[in-house]
């Protein structure tokens, strides 16, 4: 069973930081891509970034590059988003998602190509 649980969520000032960590368990993580998603109340689930199972190519939404940075790091079997400059509209539920073995190409941004998904933890901004 997979299983991916999420950390580092909470309340901070407009332009600050947090460092989201999701952790994994069930299968062999080093073999899949991995995603982070995000959604506010009210809205749909949005893309935020992906990483490839080696951590050589990202994809990121346009509404954080520049700010988030994903990574991971196999031997931990854990997947990081670094979140810098944050603004109130970054305010959501973020979740990691596991996207399986074979994108070779790069990993997915969509959401359905995803086969795993944690709970979400809470990312709020004040202004």
């Known amino acids: 069973q997979v299983l991916l649980v999420e950390s580092g969520g909470g309340l901070v000032q407009a332009g600050g930081s947090l460092r989201l960590s999701c952790a994994a368990s069930?299968?062999?993580?080093?073999?899949?891509?991995m995603g982070w998603f995000r959604q506010a109340p009210g809205k749909v689930r949005e893309f935020v970034a992906s990483?490839?199972?080696?951590?050589?190519?990202?994809h990121y939404a346009e509404s954080v590059k520049g700010r988030f940075t994903i990574s991971r790091d196999n031997a931990k079997n854990t997947v990081y988003l670094q979140m810098n400059s944050l603004k109130p509209e970054d305010t959501a539920v973020y979740s990691c998602a596991d996207a399986g073995p074979g994108w070779v190409l790069g990993p997915p941004t969509q959401g359905h190509h995803f086969d795993y998904w944690g709970q979400g933890t809470q990312v709020t901004v004040a202004s």
């Open positions: 990483i490839s199972w080696s951590g050589g190519t990202t």
């Open positions: 069930g299968r062999t993580f080093s073999n899949y891509a």
